[in-house]
């Protein structure tokens, strides 16, 4: 990644912090649901569907944080 493109990012997540998180939480939730979908397609039910994908997923609040991470600054 080029300089700037970081730089950019990094400036972004720190001066609009809330916007981010609102954006990749509903990335998130976008994720989560078009999983949840496809195991349905493919015959789970709906209970069982949302635990394979939350199982394949991960836990969403540690790759929020990691995320988060990426976007604060070491100084």
């Given at each position: 990644?080029?300089?700037?493109?970081?730089?950019?990012?990094?400036?972004?997540?720190?001066?609009?912090?809330?916007?981010?998180?609102?954006?990749?939480?509903?990335?998130?939730?976008?994720?989560?649901?078009?999983?949840?979908?496809?195991?349905?397609?493919?015959?789970?039910?709906?209970?069982?569907a949302?635990?394979?994908?939350?199982?394949?997923f991960?836990?969403?609040?540690?790759?929020?944080?990691?995320?988060?991470?990426t976007?604060?600054?070491?100084?």
């Open positions: 990644m080029r300089w700037i493109e970081w730089l950019r990012l990094r400036l972004r997540g720190l001066l609009f912090r809330a916007r981010e998180d609102q954006r990749l939480q509903a990335e998130m939730q976008f994720h989560l649901d078009a999983l949840i979908a496809e195991n349905i397609a493919a015959g789970m039910s709906a209970e069982r949302r635990y394979a994908t939350m199982r394949t991960g836990k969403a609040t540690v790759t929020r944080e990691q995320t988060e991470e976007w604060g600054w070491t100084w």
